[in-house]
């Protein structure tokens, strides 16, 4: 298929790297340079700064920037193109489908749930996408790089994002802190990866219900109280400590639940 | 090495495993008959409840219960055993060697950090063990079973317990937390193992910091707007979504951070 990706972000350099690499003709489009050249370097695919020299007869054009971009550059794409039979997507986890039917024949969303960094390689067969759109396109093109692919409404799409905030960006932020007080000691964040690795591959065999260790769930609260002591100089800290466990013990309570 | 472990509960079970694994002679002693039923079965090694019965001639007694039942065990350990040569040793990070050394001649802190549920089974060889004692008796058992023992401090100790709260108990937390989330539209836990993955495989190769993906580290506000509006009818997560938000920030910005 031909394949316009507008961005040169995380996601866009990803999902440009996963096309290409299962033979599809990529072009990407970007608002600055400095990004596109990585690309270019890497990839080998035609780069743009300038949309009027976009391909008029992509199969697909998808809008990977900033959320709060993506009006603008969708506004901008419309204009150069025009009417057109292309499926015109973004990848965005918040933002509704709508925001593109209302400029194109056939809007969509494709959605890659994974955290994309640059410079880390993924295994793009393992990545679920989540789709949505009147036809098939997005689907196929989905498909053609991943085993998971599904198809999910802007309202539902919405609450999968704000899920994956929690287990990726905020559990991500829980390394971060820990890397931080670890400083105070000398030892290397790297000690903390068997804990950090099992974490996880608990997840393979427990609900993350069953899987909850710790002072909180144990209502130890000599132990907690001792903790919060060691937070006095860093009161941000101590605060997210607080609430955290709080919530462990709420949860364990089942007092707290969507259920 | 003869050895004696008094508590029954998840970390007590697993050293129990790993020491009979390696060929240890191990006991095991608990207040309540229970969950002395499963070690015996699984393991087949002498169990009681009195502490009368317990061997006198061990090479180290390990007390391995909740934090404050530490103090209490210990000193009917020192009833029962009056002066000994063997090491008595607690498990908790949290805790200092002092406790032991106030009522035993050897005392010592094996701290093995690892989060052990009792149906997960785990490789010893790559959990770190964090050892404090004056002779060698509590280092040569934790080679017995792992790669990776270190000493370390009392008050390094409990630094890194708490690192140790935060890159495991409060991450797993927010999978708690996505699971819920995830339940109001159906979609199984499952769904985000390969995103969940991925967030802890990055840290072989990337920092917790460069790691950080989302919309808090982007400052992508109109997500966080929307987000946000998403939880109000659960403000205990509004809650935990805005500070983690909030301190995402501040680390991005540097204005927070133990250097």
Tied chains: 1, 2.
């Excluded at 866009?12 to 690309?39: C, K, P, Q, Y």
């Excluded at 709508?98 to 494709?110: A, N, P, Y």
Aim: charged share 25%; net charge negative.
């Amino acid at each position: 298929m031909k394949v316009v990706i507008l961005g040169a972000g995380n996601v866009a350099t990803h999902l440009a790297r996963a096309f290409s690499s299962v033979g599809h003709d990529v072009m990407v489009w970007n608002r600055s340079e400095g990004a596109l050249n990585a690309i270019t370097a890497e990839l080998g695919c035609p780069c743009t700064t300038e949309m009027a020299k976009l391909h008029r007869d992509a199969d697909a054009y998808i809008i990977s920037v900033k959320d709060d971009a993506v009006e603008d550059v969708a506004q901008q794409l419309a204009q150069c193109l025009g009417r057109t039979k292309a499926v015109i997507a973004h990848t965005a986890g918040s933002l509704p489908k709508r925001m593109m039917d209302e400029r194109f024949r056939h809007g969509g969303v494709i959605y890659p749930m994974q955290t994309f960094s640059k410079d880390k390689a993924l295994d793009y067969t393992e990545i679920p996408f989540f789709v949505e759109e009147e036809g098939d396109v997005l689907h196929r093109l989905a498909e053609s790089v991943s085993e998971h692919v599904y198809s999910l409404s802007s309202e539902q799409r919405k609450v999968l994002h704000l899920a994956s905030v929690f287990a990726c960006n905020f559990a991500n932020h829980c390394f971060v802190i820990a890397e931080d007080v670890l400083r105070q000691i000398d030892i290397p964040f790297s000690a903390l990866l068997p804990l950090i690795n099992e974490t996880t591959q608990k997840l393979n065999v427990l609900s993350p219900r069953e899987a909850q260790t710790g002072p909180a769930v144990r209502e130890d609260d000599a132990v907690i109280g001792r903790q919060i002591h060691l937070l006095d100089n860093r009161p941000d800290l101590r605060d997210i400590y607080i609430r955290m466990s709080n919530s462990i013990r709420s949860y364990k309570l089942g007092d707290k639940n969507y259920d």
